[in-house]
Protein backbone atom coordinates (compact mmCIF):
# COMPACT_ATOMS: atom_id res chain seq x y z
CA UNK A 1 0.00 0.00 0.00
CA UNK A 2 2.83 2.23 1.13
CA UNK A 3 4.73 1.27 -2.08
CA UNK A 4 1.45 2.52 -4.54
CA UNK A 5 0.85 5.76 -2.63
CA UNK A 6 4.49 6.45 -3.32
CA UNK A 7 4.47 5.88 -6.93
CA UNK A 8 1.57 7.79 -7.19
CA UNK A 9 3.20 10.84 -5.50
CA UNK A 10 6.19 10.19 -7.44
CA UNK A 11 4.12 10.05 -10.79
CA UNK A 12 2.47 13.54 -9.79
CA UNK A 13 5.93 15.29 -9.46
CA UNK A 14 7.20 13.79 -12.57
CA UNK A 15 4.09 15.45 -14.20
CA UNK A 16 4.49 19.12 -12.65
CA UNK A 17 8.48 18.82 -13.61
CA UNK A 18 7.33 18.28 -17.26
CA UNK A 19 4.97 20.82 -17.00
CA UNK A 20 7.11 23.51 -15.93
CA UNK A 21 9.42 22.44 -18.22
CA UNK A 22 7.22 22.92 -20.67
CA UNK A 23 6.07 26.40 -19.92
CA UNK A 24 9.65 27.41 -19.66
CA UNK A 25 10.78 26.33 -23.55
CA UNK A 26 7.15 27.82 -24.55
CA UNK A 27 8.00 30.64 -23.00
CA UNK A 28 11.65 31.04 -24.41
CA UNK A 29 10.43 30.11 -27.80
CA UNK A 30 7.69 32.78 -27.83
CA UNK A 31 10.07 35.40 -26.85
CA UNK A 32 12.16 34.51 -29.81
CA UNK A 33 9.66 35.58 -32.08
CA UNK A 34 8.54 39.21 -30.60
CA UNK A 35 10.23 40.48 -33.76
CA UNK A 36 8.40 39.42 -36.49
CA UNK A 37 6.88 41.38 -38.39
CA UNK A 38 7.41 43.61 -42.00
CA UNK A 39 10.29 46.18 -42.00
CA UNK A 40 10.96 48.71 -44.61
CA UNK A 41 13.48 51.32 -44.88
CA UNK A 42 14.26 54.34 -48.11
CA UNK A 43 17.10 56.20 -47.92
CA UNK A 44 19.59 57.99 -49.99
CA UNK A 45 23.45 56.36 -50.30
CA UNK A 46 26.15 58.58 -51.30
CA UNK A 47 28.83 56.49 -52.85
CA UNK A 48 32.14 57.64 -52.01
CA UNK A 49 34.44 60.23 -53.87
CA UNK A 50 35.87 57.96 -56.55
CA UNK A 51 32.65 56.76 -57.88
CA UNK A 52 30.98 56.75 -61.27
CA UNK A 53 28.03 57.19 -59.77
CA UNK A 54 28.00 61.22 -58.58
CA UNK A 55 24.44 61.57 -57.61
CA UNK A 56 22.88 59.49 -54.43
CA UNK A 57 21.40 56.27 -54.87
CA UNK A 58 17.40 56.09 -53.67
CA UNK A 59 17.70 52.79 -51.15
CA UNK A 60 14.82 50.61 -50.59
CA UNK A 61 14.37 47.96 -48.40
CA UNK A 62 11.72 45.14 -47.25
CA UNK A 63 12.39 42.67 -44.74
CA UNK A 64 10.24 40.00 -43.29
CA UNK A 65 10.39 38.49 -39.63
CA UNK A 66 9.63 35.24 -39.15
CA UNK A 67 10.29 33.39 -35.95
CA UNK A 68 13.33 35.76 -35.80
CA UNK A 69 14.32 34.53 -39.76
CA UNK A 70 14.91 37.31 -41.97
CA UNK A 71 14.41 37.56 -45.93
CA UNK A 72 13.84 40.22 -47.85
CA UNK A 73 15.09 42.78 -50.77
CA UNK A 74 17.33 45.67 -51.51
CA UNK A 75 16.94 48.01 -54.66
CA UNK A 76 18.27 51.00 -55.84
CA UNK A 77 17.34 52.08 -59.37
CA UNK A 78 20.08 54.28 -60.14
CA UNK A 79 19.15 57.62 -58.86
CA UNK A 80 19.22 59.16 -62.28
CA UNK A 81 23.18 58.46 -62.56
CA UNK A 82 23.94 58.19 -66.49
CA UNK A 83 26.87 55.07 -65.30
CA UNK A 84 25.09 51.70 -66.16
CA UNK A 85 26.83 50.64 -62.72
CA UNK A 86 24.99 52.69 -60.76
CA UNK A 87 21.76 50.58 -61.04
CA UNK A 88 23.36 47.67 -60.44
CA UNK A 89 24.95 48.24 -57.25
CA UNK A 90 22.47 47.71 -53.84
CA UNK A 91 20.25 45.21 -55.70
CA UNK A 92 19.20 41.47 -54.31
CA UNK A 93 17.92 39.23 -51.44
CA UNK A 94 18.00 39.62 -47.47
CA UNK A 95 18.34 36.91 -45.52
CA UNK A 96 19.57 36.26 -41.94
CA UNK A 97 17.71 36.43 -38.79
CA UNK A 98 17.16 38.81 -35.31
CA UNK A 99 18.66 37.74 -32.11
CA UNK A 100 16.82 37.59 -28.95
CA UNK A 101 17.85 41.33 -28.36
CA UNK A 102 17.33 42.94 -31.28
CA UNK A 103 20.88 41.91 -32.90
CA UNK A 104 20.88 41.59 -36.19
CA UNK A 105 22.74 39.37 -39.05
CA UNK A 106 21.66 40.02 -42.16
CA UNK A 107 23.56 38.87 -45.39
CA UNK A 108 22.76 40.73 -49.06
CA UNK A 109 23.28 39.01 -51.73
CA UNK A 110 23.49 41.06 -54.81
CA UNK A 111 21.82 39.71 -58.00
CA UNK A 112 24.57 40.91 -60.42
CA UNK A 113 28.46 39.85 -60.35
CA UNK A 114 29.93 43.35 -60.85
CA UNK A 115 28.11 44.87 -57.70
CA UNK A 116 29.22 41.45 -55.58
CA UNK A 117 32.61 42.71 -55.70
CA UNK A 118 32.20 45.86 -54.52
CA UNK A 119 28.73 46.55 -53.20
CA UNK A 120 27.01 45.75 -49.57
CA UNK A 121 27.16 42.23 -48.29
CA UNK A 122 25.59 42.21 -44.87
CA UNK A 123 23.92 44.25 -42.53
CA UNK A 124 24.69 44.28 -38.78
CA UNK A 125 23.31 46.72 -36.19
CA UNK A 126 20.02 46.67 -33.68
CA UNK A 127 16.23 46.18 -35.28
CA UNK A 128 15.05 49.14 -33.04
CA UNK A 129 18.01 51.51 -33.35
CA UNK A 130 20.48 52.25 -35.78
CA UNK A 131 21.41 49.60 -38.58
CA UNK A 132 24.65 49.71 -40.84
CA UNK A 133 25.09 48.83 -44.45
CA UNK A 134 28.35 47.50 -45.09
CA UNK A 135 30.21 47.06 -48.58
CA UNK A 136 32.81 45.00 -49.80
CA UNK A 137 34.79 48.25 -51.27
CA UNK A 138 34.63 50.83 -48.59
CA UNK A 139 36.26 53.15 -51.31
CA UNK A 140 33.13 53.35 -53.09
CA UNK A 141 30.21 52.32 -51.07
CA UNK A 142 31.38 53.67 -47.41
CA UNK A 143 29.07 51.93 -44.63
CA UNK A 144 25.97 53.79 -43.82
CA UNK A 145 23.84 53.51 -41.39
CA UNK A 146 20.15 53.70 -41.58
CA UNK A 147 16.76 52.41 -39.21
CA UNK A 148 13.86 50.13 -40.20
CA UNK A 149 10.32 50.87 -39.64
CA UNK A 150 7.92 48.32 -38.42
CA UNK A 151 4.82 48.53 -41.20
CA UNK A 152 2.80 45.47 -40.09
CA UNK A 153 3.00 42.66 -37.28
Known amino acids: ?3 LKFKYFFNIIKLFTIFFITLFIT ?3 IADTN ?3 RYNATFQFKMGPGSVCPSKLPIEMEIIITNSKAEGFIFNNGGGNKHEFCKLYHNGTITGNVGKNGEVKFSVKQNDSHAKKYS ?3 IKGDIEGKLELISRSYQYHPPHKF ?3 RVAD
Open 1 to 3: MFV
Open 27 to 29: KNS
Open 35 to 37: WDG
Open 120 to 122: SYK
Open 147 to 149: QLT
